[in-house]
């Protein structure tokens, strides 16, 4: 195992929810949890916790000020309930939530406005004390834990998924807000790549555009929609080029961005782009044994995962809501 550069938490963890998530894949975080407690991770969720804000900070809705005062509210309840871990499924809360902590740390007027806050609304319990919340430390996006436990990873395997041929998309939130925290390189991102290695699923270790944005860039799908479409076109091409069955993404937006958008792809260039996207915990959880609807969820998904489970030989009866491998 590659040396890991930051502490990884298993236990005391407060696992974060995604409002993208929420709102268009829920089975990232039932697979998440899946792979959560199938690895022995111990992790609460907790009902208090609000936005990180990222949606609206990046569309200048909310200021800097009021993303960090809502994630030293955040942090507040996490040490309360001493599950102070906090680990993200969106890569986009990460990067907010340790810009968070480190302004909290080392800006002393920016805190003392925010518990000046706190006091004046009669909020005294949410006080942040300076290295309440380590940035480094405290706050890891579940790729890095799935990445640490990865060892263990096939001893729960119940499916064979190697005749895949994949491609992964790595957030740009987790890799270049933070890169020194990032794990497996930033240039060449490889930590989604090195937990299918564990499975025996091959990736296509390197393609032209792997690093680049997905394009969605939050205000930008909307305010420069063609800049936008242009970007995540380039790699659409580079990925239909290498003829991928699935692309991985560990981020909702980067998943919004490939799997919602694909029919305005084949409008722009004249193609059929068709591979399914997944995140990371859907596929590690569809390696495991979770089922396809009721924990990933793939029937959120615009993008058909069912052809994957057809080439898997995956099969679902309706009739008893079962699924079974098709006998070759």
């Not at 405290?138 to 998924?161: A, C, M, Q």
């Not at 970007?231 to 560990?250: Q, R």
Request: glycine share 4%.
């Amino acid at each position: 195992m590659e040396e890991i550069k930051k502490f990884i938490p298993t236990e005391n963890i407060t696992l974060f929810r995604s409002c993208l998530v929420s709102a268009e894949y829920p089975g990232v975080e039932a697979s998440t949890k899946y792979v959560f407690d199938k690895l022995g991770v111990e992790y609460v969720i907790d009902r208090n916790q609000s936005c990180c804000t990222g949606l609206g900070h990046y569309y200048d809705i909310f200021d800097e000020l009021s993303t960090t005062a809502l994630a030293a509210r955040n942090f507040a309840y996490a040490i309360k309930n001493n599950h102070k871990q906090y680990v993200p499924t969106c890569a986009t809360c990460y990067a907010i939530l340790k810009t968070a902590a480190k302004t909290l740390n080392e800006k002393d007027e920016v805190r003392e406005q925010i518990n000046q806050a706190f006091r004046d609304n009669g909020l005294e319990e949410l006080q942040y004390t300076k290295g309440d919340i380590d940035a480094r430390d405290d706050i890891t996006h579940v790729v890095d834990v799935l990445y640490y436990l990865k060892d263990k990873i096939p001893e729960n395997k119940k499916r064979e998924l190697s005749s895949l041929k994949i491609a992964t998309h790595h957030g740009c939130h987790y890799c270049k807000v933070h890169f020194d925290d990032t794990l497996c390189g930033y240039r060449n991102p490889e930590i989604i790549d090195k937990i299918c290695e564990v499975m025996e699923v091959p990736t296509v270790e390197w393609y032209d555009q792997k690093p680049r944005h997905c394009g969605g860039g939050f205000r930008q799908r909307y305010a420069n929609r063609e800049l936008s479409l242009d970007a995540t076109e380039d790699k659409f091409l580079s990925l239909h080029k290498e003829k991928v069955d699935l692309l991985l993404v560990m981020c909702p937006n980067c998943q919004v961005q490939f799997d919602r958008y694909e029919q305005v792809l084949e409008e722009r260039t004249g193609d059929r782009h068709y591979f399914a996207i997944l995140n990371i915990a859907q596929l590690v959880a569809l390696y495991m044994g979770a089922d396809p609807y009721k924990v990933l969820g793939i029937q959120t998904h615009t993008v058909n995962v069912e052809l994957i489970l057809d080439k898997l030989g995956i099969e679902y009866d309706p009739k008893e809501d079962t699924l079974h491998v098709r006998e070759e």
